[in-house]
Nanobody
Framework: QVQLVESGGGLVQAGGSLRLSCAAS????????MGWFRQAPGKERTFVAA????????FYADSVKGRFTISRDNAKNTVYLQMNNLKPEDTAVYYC????????????????????WGQGTQVTVSS
């Protein structure tokens, strides 16, 4: 099992920045791919960004490209999501997720392909 704990959410004005963290513990060797998803009120959970643990390749949703950056710290077993130039439409609960297996571009956007999830952290962007 892998346990994921997110932190770093909060309230920020439009144009501001936040950095989310996701600390992994447990059988951390069991995760090959880690991602961030978000869910706004009344909407489905959607893909935000992902990183391949080995090699560090990164992937982004079009809506966040150029504003968000996903990274990892191997020594700390932690994944980060640096969010800059935040917009009100970025308001959502952000979830960290881990997949045991590597994911291709066909599947990385689908939340059902991830095996472990954090509890979520609220991000609210005011206009």
């Amino acid at each position: 099992q892998v346990q994921l704990v997110e932190s770093g959410g909060g309230l920020v004005q439009a144009g501001g920045s936040l950095r989310l963290s996701c600390a992994a513990s447990g059988r951390t060797f069991s995760r090959s791919f880690m991602g961030w998803f978000r869910q706004a009120p009344g909407k489905e959970r959607t893909f935000v960004a992902a990183i391949r643990w080995s090699g560090g390749s990164t992937f982004y949703a079009d809506s966040v490209k150029g504003r968000f950056t996903i990274s990892r710290d191997n020594a700390k077993n932690t994944v980060y999501l640096q969010m800059n130039n935040l917009k009100p439409e970025d308001t959502a609960v952000y979830y960290c997720a881990a997949a045991r297996n590597d994911l291709t571009s066909t599947y990385m956007y689908r939340d059902v392909m991830y095996d472990y999830w954090g509890q979520g952290t609220q991000v609210t962007v005011s206009s």
